[in-house]
């Protein structure tokens, strides 16, 4: 048995564990999340419970949303410039622990895939961006369903944070809400406060 340590807080599995980690129903419900939790709209207030990603796995997570979000237009703005890595952490820390516990995991076996089982012998977020299109490619494309659905769940995460920024919308042509947020709504026309 062996316990996986650093950046995977403790956590121990074997083969046959892992097997069921990588299968588990938490990645494939990620994979299928349909919108962010109510508590992913305030990133500032889930930041405040706690980051859910450490330092170190908010870095893989960084090079993998890149990729992921990249859309080739120049008047995109910078994943850096946006709040979506905050909205994906808070997020994840907003879901239930079986749901986000092979999140951690997943994210190690990406950096590091490229390094042991691709011959590249360089992990996932010191490659090139071609490099990790090819290495996310195979992730999507993989016979096995364990990365597949890997895969899914980062992009869904991906997806919904990038999405979710206004700075995003104009390369879409969404102009917003029709409707106020419901702070804003409750204050009356010309109040200061």
Do not use: H, K
């Amino acid at each position: 048995m062996t316990t996986l340590r650093s950046g995977l807080r403790g956590l121990t599995v074997d083969r046959r564990g892992f097997l069921r980690l990588g299968g588990s129903a938490g990645l494939a419900a990620l994979a299928g999340l349909p919108a962010l939790p109510a508590a992913a709209a305030d990133p500032a207030g889930a930041a405040a419970a706690g980051a859910f990603f450490s330092e170190r796995e908010r870095e893989i997570l960084r090079a993998v949303v890149e990729r992921m979000v990249e859309t080739g237009d120049p008047a995109a703005p910078a994943l850096g410039d946006t709040r979506a890595l905050e909205v994906i952490d808070a997020a994840c820390a907003a879901l239930p622990p079986e749901v986000t516990g092979p999140l951690p995991l997943a994210l190690w076996l990406f950096e590091w895939w490229p390094f042991l089982c691709e011959l590249r012998f360089r992990r996932f977020s010191a490659l090139d961006a071609e490099a990790r299109d090819a290495s996310l490619r195979g992730w999507m494309t993989s016979r096995f369903a364990v990365r597949r659905t890997a895969f899914l769940a980062l992009r869904n995460l991906s997806l919904l944070g990038w999405w979710s920024q206004e700075e995003t919308w104009p390369l879409i042509g969404y102009q917003g809400p029709l409707l106020a947020p419901a702070s804003a709504a409750a204050r009356a026309p010309g109040d200061a406060s």
